[in-house]
């Protein structure tokens, strides 16, 4: 089965690394020219290893045994592609989980949550919690930084949480060589706001300044310089934690998931497992089949908008411009208007739900199942939330045969998304459709 070479990129190259069997050249002479870029992942790739956590705090810490994270899938590297995800077998079935891992270091609410939801597994608060931040006293445990974290939180009157995830990575980085040896590897070629940048790092030290840990002019081991490269870092490589009705909680950061590229059109969606007593845990699952050295990819973005928009905001939030098969050919100008069309109508039915005009919103969302087989892959579950939604409220007006069509829709892109009997398919059928 022929595959792209590393080195000059050609298709329908048949020779493989004879060690890890992934990667494809044209030849000899391309597989010596790409043996320095490779030889650093390659032994990694044949056999790569579970994340090694922190063993000085505890909140890393696992009671069960080390596994691979990965499933028939490697971490590989090319020029053009960088680090990245792809397959080593055949992956035929959506819903395939092709990578689970806990993150590198404990997530960060929202603001808007704070309170609300437990700090560490990000679970509603009970009634009577145990504290303010956290749903009991193993939740709390996973935090070893909690003393201080509220501190610089009450200095900082209630900061941002990339800012809350700087100093969590920074505390946690003076205990452990081989989390920051972590963090460092992540890309971060980003070109920030210099003003906005300059800003953050001075709350960042600031807040740490107040917890008295500082001395001597270091910043916990780190400069403002380095301060602002860990931002570059979060800004890239940082994930939207969200809960399965897709409605972000939170930020965390995963290493091995952070090397899975973008594209509009992805053969695979991130969720996220939030379960009591635990951290918050990433899972990749395809959407579409995806061949023996296939890529694996999600989306960053929503893929909705026309390609412009999107490239436009790829370039402004992750510094790259996207080159997948939705962006690279020109896009005809009745699929630009469809793609318009949706956005304009999604942001049109929130207002109408908002304002309890619920018969309005069923008439602007009939027309929509159609537009969104035209624009995302069959499984998405984007896609799969506005069906149920749909779904609910065909029910409340009457229609029980439209309202179970597109609840069967729904219930099957959730199927490959979260999996069939998982919690967060129990947890997504029960808050759309009670």
């Not at 000059?8 to 870029?37: H, I, M, W």
């Not at 899938?73 to 090319?78: L, M």
């Not at 395809?286 to 026309?306: A, H, K, L």
């Not at 949706?342 to 049109?348: A, I």
Request: proline letters at 9%.
């Amino acid at each position: 089965m022929p595959g792209t070479c590393a080195h000059c990129n050609k298709p329908s190259a048949r020779a493989r690394c004879s060690l890890c069997k992934v990667v494809y050249y044209c030849g000899r002479e391309c597989q010596r020219l790409d043996f320095k870029t490779h030889k650093r992942t390659c032994r990694k790739v044949s056999s790569p290893p579970p994340p090694k956590f922190l063993s000085a705090p505890s909140f890393l810490s696992t009671p069960s045994p080390p596994r691979n994270p990965l499933n028939g899938t490697a971490i590989t590297s090319s020029p053009a592609r960088g680090r990245h995800l792809v397959s080593i077998k055949n992956l035929p079935s959506p819903g395939t989980t092709v990578l689970s891992e806990p993150p590198l270091i404990p997530p960060v609410l929202n603001r808007d949550h704070r309170g609300i939801l437990c700090s560490s597994c990000f679970c509603p608060l009970p009634t009577s919690p145990l504290s303010r931040r956290y749903c009991s006293l193993a939740c709390r445990d996973l935090n070893p930084y909690d003393e201080v974290e509220v501190r610089i939180i009450e200095h900082l009157k209630d900061p941002p949480s990339n800012v809350v995830l700087a100093t969590r990575v920074i505390l946690a980085c003076k205990d452990s060589s081989t989390l920051k040896s972590s963090i460092n590897s992540l890309i971060h070629d980003y070109v920030p706001s210099e003003d906005l940048y300059t800003a953050l790092v001075q709350m960042v030290v600031s807040g740490l300044n107040s917890t008295g840990l500082c001395s001597g002019g270091s910043i916990c081991g780190f400069t403002p310089q380095d301060i602002k490269d860990l931002f570059c870092r979060i800004n890239q490589n940082s994930f939207t934690v969200s809960d399965p009705e897709l409605q972000p909680l939170g930020v965390g950061m995963y290493g091995l998931a952070s090397c899975i590229n973008h594209s509009c059109s992805p053969n695979a969606v991130t969720s996220f497992d939030l379960s009591p007593a635990s951290l918050p845990a990433i899972s990749a699952r395809t959407i579409s089949p995806i061949r023996g050295g296939g890529e694996v990819t999600t989306s960053y973005i929503d893929i909705t908008p026309p390609s412009s928009e999107r490239r436009a905001s790829l370039r402004r939030d992750y510094n790259f411009t996207c080159t997948c098969v939705s962006c690279s050919s020109p896009e005809l100008p009745a699929l630009a208007s469809l793609r318009s069309d949706l956005v304009r109508s999604r942001g049109e039915v929130e207002e109408m739900l908002e304002g309890g005009r619920y018969q309005e919103a069923l008439t602007a969302l009939r027309p929509t199942p159609g537009m969104w087989e035209a624009l995302t892959p069959e499984y998405f579950p984007v896609k799969g939330l506005e069906l149920l939604k749909l779904a609910k409220l065909e029910a409340s007006f009457g229609d029980m045969g439209r309202a179970a069509e597109m609840r069967v829709k729904g219930e099957e892109i959730f199927k490959v998304c979260y999996g069939a009997g998982s919690a967060n398919f129990e947890k997504i059928m029960k808050a759309t459709l009670g």
